[in-house]
């Protein structure tokens, strides 16, 4: 068995813990939603997909997003922007601004393989059990998992559902400590490849599946890759091989911890409301809600998926998965077929059926 450690710092946070502080949330002050008014009506005329860093002056919030960055990079792995006015604003100009706050902590990569680098999250009759849907096009539970092409995901809240959809979050290294201290064969499982469904999102030359363990720990760091509905999916090639009763385990135990009020952290997720979760540390996940009736009233989100071209050293793995960008030298988002290039719609795509 490989010698397995426990890891400590900013990032191997408990819920409770966190549940009793205030420091990982911002509220917008005056000046600085008239600095994000001012930006995004700027550039008005503009298609966001062509905007970056150099196109936002924003001197009264660039030391807080700094600071904000560098607790999502190198700290404790989120934080929650609030303020935002959405029921104000149009959705131009939200999503204008937003953006402007996304170039401040990385670079927008695609979310899936028609190059949306704008996503939507929102019920268009999805199911996160279809192979050829993921969970955010559906009110699904979503059970812990993290985003299968971000370094860095956040989520701007336009609107919530009529009930449910409560956002919780949780430390991969507070679960891995558990794991070494408790169960160190289960460990040592998930520190080897799994088999994750692409889901029907590769490109000509790929496998519609692709290999990763669980946990790498690395660099007194332990990131993260845990997609159960994806690695159980997988199980539909006859070309891999079967999961193991102790990776069923390992996997199910996971999402035990996770879901142990001693581990995560349920955020309070309003409308205009930005989270930002460093998609290698930390997972995420999401209750099944009711939303409204009215087309205008219903659950939407709005998402961004971030490399951060100065971050860490990121595991070969992640390399091999999605293929590095030649500009930034970081892992890309899914992978896009030729001629297709990136966009921003402000209207969710249509169900790919």
Known sequence: MTTLESHRGEAAWLGPAMAGRNDWIHSFTVPEIRELETVADGVADRDIADLSAADFELPVLDTVLAGIRRDVVDGRGFALLRGMPVDEWSLERTAAAYWAIGTRIGVPVAQNKVGSILGHVTDVGGDADHPNQRGHQSADSLPFHNDIGAEIVTLLCLRGAKTGGESGIVSAAALWNELVEQRPDLAESLIHPFHFDRRNEEVSGQDPWYEL????????????????RFIRSAQRFEQIPRLTNIQHEALDLVQTLADDPRFKLEMDFRPGDIQLV???????????????????RRRHLLRLWLSVPDGWPM????????GTDPETGRPQGISLPPGVTFNAPLTPPILRT
Do not use: C, I, Q
Request: proline residues 14%; aromatic residues 14%; negative net charge.
């Open 213 to 228: 363990p669980v946990f790498m720990p690395a660099d007194g760091r332990v990131v993260v890759s845990y997609v159960p």
């Open 278 to 296: 460093n998609n290698l540390v930390l997972l995420h996940s999401r209750t099944e809600y009711e939303d409204w009736p009215e087309p205008e």
């Open 315 to 322: 595991p070969d793995a992640f390399h091999a998965r999605y």
